[in-house]
């Protein structure tokens, strides 16, 4: 079974990405475990914000982990599939609304973009949980990815 580790700041506030968070939790729960791990939202200015978010982070933190960057690298849903099949525990970081800082972005071992889009931290949750689901439908030839 596959582990999931999120990490993000703050709370999911919009109801209907509540949802969608659960649909895909539910979703994956036969073939892995979601742990979805709410970090301490920062507060000040920007970067008092994203220095305080991007310490909680990194003290959260054990072992390697994929950082959700707009310069990270993209891949197809079949590369993604193929990135996470060998691994039991992948842990994913999601910024704050500021993202985060040149430590996180360094210590990442791998950084990933999900779009050349730009997303707020809320709805990129929902989205790598999609993305989630959708590699592992691939990885077990199951019919939801065409």
Known sequence: MYRFKIYYPGKTKAK??????????????PFA????????EGHGDKEKVTEEESKTILNSLKGDFILLHRDGKSLSSTEFADFIKDKSLTQFVIGGVYGVNEAVF???????????????????????????????????????HY
């Open 33 to 40: 475990k979601v742990e979805l791990i709410e970090l301490k």
């Open 16 to 29: 209907f990405i509540k949802e969608g968070i659960d649909h895909y939790i539910k979703l994956l729960s």
């Open 106 to 144: 360094k210590a990442a071992s791998f950084r990933l973009s999900l779009s050349s889009l730009t997303f707020t931290h809320e709805i990129s949750r929902l989205l790598l949980l999609e993305q989630l689901y959708r590699a592992i439908t691939i990885i077990h030839g199951k019919s939801y």
